[in-house]
């Protein structure tokens, strides 16, 4: 089975914060993306990438980048965390075929206070 | 754009009635459609999906039919479970779409009581 996983469950961090959430899938799929889910607003793309050092802008980039240094791993990186950023994060992997379902990480949960 | 429309739950159903979810979507290709179940504390997981007109996909007893006449894929269970309570979402993938992108409906809450 496919395995992504995130490398944290919960986060907590303050106004201003350089935030890393990281991704790992181990199933060398080219595409990876990062979504964030709200209430009431379902699932939002953030930023997705289709290769190593590549990266292509979502629907809400903005507050956001993200690092591909290597096929497996895919960062969001939140330059100053703000408090509108609080929000579960979800990363997805993808194999390049068209069809192809998301496999997708239990999720990270990021509170800024 | 392409855009997927979900009924708003929550949807509240006894154990063992007859679960409909409705799903119709836009695009400007030929998409290919999902349904997404969210069980709680966890990531979403692939439900079922089809490829095509009249496909039929079909998992743990949901099935859904790609109606393109209708542009819909409404997500059916004939007895659910008190197990199937979860956030369900559609979505679709457009062959047009650039890196070969999902899009979400905003996703409904299905809670099952005993």
């Known amino acids: 089975d496919v395995k992504v996983t995130q490398s944290s469950r919960y986060l907590v961090k303050r106004t201003g914060e350089k935030v890393f959430l990281e991704c790992v899938q181990d199933?060398?799929?080219?595409?990876m993306f990062w979504y964030r889910q709200d209430p009431g607003l379902g699932l939002r793309l953030i930023y997705f990438?289709?290769?190593?050092?590549?990266?292509e802008k979502g629907d809400i980039p903005e507050g956001y980048s993200v690092s591909r240094e290597k096929k497996e791993r895919f960062s969001l990186i939140l330059e100053s965390a703000s408090t509108n950023q609080t929000s579960m994060y979800l990363c997805?992997?993808?194999?390049?075929?068209?069809?192809?379902?998301?496999?997708f990480g239990n999720g990270t949960r990021l509170t800024v206070t | 754009g392409d855009s997927v429309t979900q009924m708003e739950g929550p949807v509240t159903l006894s154990e063992e009635a007859c679960l409909t979810i409705?799903?119709?979507?836009?695009?400007?290709?030929?998409?290919?459609l999902f349904w997404y179940v969210q069980y709680p504390g966890e990531g979403l997981q692939l439900l079922l999906k089809?490829?095509?007109?009249?496909d039929k996909g079909s998992n743990k007893g949901f099935e859904a039919t790609y109606r393109k006449e209708t542009t819909s894929f409404h997500l059916e269970k004939g007895s659910v479970q008190v197990s199937d309570s979860a956030v369900y979402f559609c979505?679709?993938?457009?062959?047009?779409?650039?890196?070969?992108?999902?899009?979400f409906g905003g996703g409904t809450r299905l809670m099952v009581k005993p």
């Open positions: 997805a992997s993808r194999v390049d075929i068209r069809n192809s379902p998301l496999h």
């Open positions: 199933m060398d799929h080219e595409n």
């Open positions: 990438s289709y290769d190593v050092k590549m990266k």
């Open positions: 409705n799903c119709t979507y836009t695009a400007t290709g030929y998409p290919s």
């Open positions: 089809a490829t095509k007109a009249d």
């Open positions: 979505a679709l993938s457009d062959q047009d779409n650039a890196g070969n992108m999902l899009t």
